[in-house]
């Protein structure tokens, strides 16, 4: 059998209009502020299909160091299309889920910086306590909080 040649996953991105709201948000939630620049040029318009474009990158590290979520906003070319709010069952959608310790009190933090809650904090099982929320411009965010043995 050939060797698999996937070392891990190195991060998810998400497009944002407001990248200092996001890089707050995901601060509080516990992610950590790895670095933030500009990116552009002839180069990174050959990796993205997209000439001439000019993207700022603010890139965030849990804080066991395995896991990015890279926040970007364009200046140019404009912002195709926009997704904010669809459902999740919406095709391509981009969901991320997050473990934390405690769920009751990342609510609680989160929601003074306007998260909402979409539905309801739901038990699975004997397993996690777990809920979607929206967070900077209705990205859809699950929380779990293993419960205790997990």
Not at 40 to 65: C, F, H, K, N, Y
Not at 94 to 105: G, K
Not at 107 to 114: F, H, N, V
Request: proline content about 4%; charged content about 20%; overall charge negative.
């Amino acid at each position: 059998m050939k060797k698999n040649q996937l070392l891990r996953m190195d991060n998810v991105g998400i497009a944002v209009e407001n990248l200092d709201a996001a890089v707050s948000f995901f601060l509080e939630l516990g992610l950590e502020l790895e670095g933030r620049t500009v990116i552009g040029g002839e180069w990174s318009g050959r990796v993205t299909g997209l000439p001439d474009q000019s993207v700022e990158i603010a890139m965030m590290v849990t804080p066991d160091g395995h896991s990015r979520l890279e926040l970007s906003t364009w200046i140019r070319p404009e912002v195709a299309e926009d997704h904010r709010n669809t459902p999740v069952n919406s095709l391509g959608y981009l969901r991320v889920m997050f473990a934390v310790a405690d769920l009751d009190d990342t609510l609680s933090r989160l929601y003074r910086l306007g998260a909402q809650l979409v539905a309801e904090v739901v038990q699975y099982g004997n397993s996690y306590r777990l809920c979607y929320i929206r967070g900077p411009e209705g990205v859809l965010i699950g929380l779990a909080e293993p419960l205790l043995g997990q």
